[in-house]
């Protein structure tokens, strides 16, 4: 079993920065590829950004210039840098996790709990 804890959310002003952390727990794992997704009320929810074991990303195109994504293996965190946020960058994100377990081998996904941005002045 895996668990993935994200931090970093927040209220922050248009133009302002947040660095979102998601964090993979357990035993008998690792990680590939690793995503942030968010979702805004009455919407679907979006990719925002991914990044895999090698290190290629790729991003939305709304938050292409503004955000990064990178990630840490020796510590199973993926992070979101945003800055200049504006208003319409406020959702729930959510990070998930593509694994591969070791024993028995299977590839599986998972999600964490979420961390509200809200973007206003």
């Known amino acids: 079993q895996v668990q993935l804890v994200e931090s970093g959310g927040g209220l922050v002003q248009p133009g302002g920065s947040l660095r979102l952390s998601c964090s993979a727990s357990?035993?008998?794992?690792?990680?590939?590829?690793m995503t942030w997704y968010r979702q805004a009320p009455g919407n679907q929810r979006e990719l925002v950004a991914g990044?895999?074991?090698?290190?290629?990303?790729n991003y939305a195109d709304s938050v292409k210039g503004r955000f990064t994504i990178s990630r840490d293996n020796a510590k199973n965190t993926v992070y979101l840098q945003m800055n200049s946020l504006k208003p319409e960058d406020t959702a729930v994100y959510y990070c998930k996790a593509r694994v591969s377990m070791h024993r028995p081998r299977y590839d599986t996904a998972y999600w964490g709990q979420g961390t509200q941005v809200t973007v206003s002045s």
């Open positions: 357990g035993t008998g794992f690792s990680i590939n590829a």
């Open positions: 990044i895999t074991s090698g290190g290629n990303t």
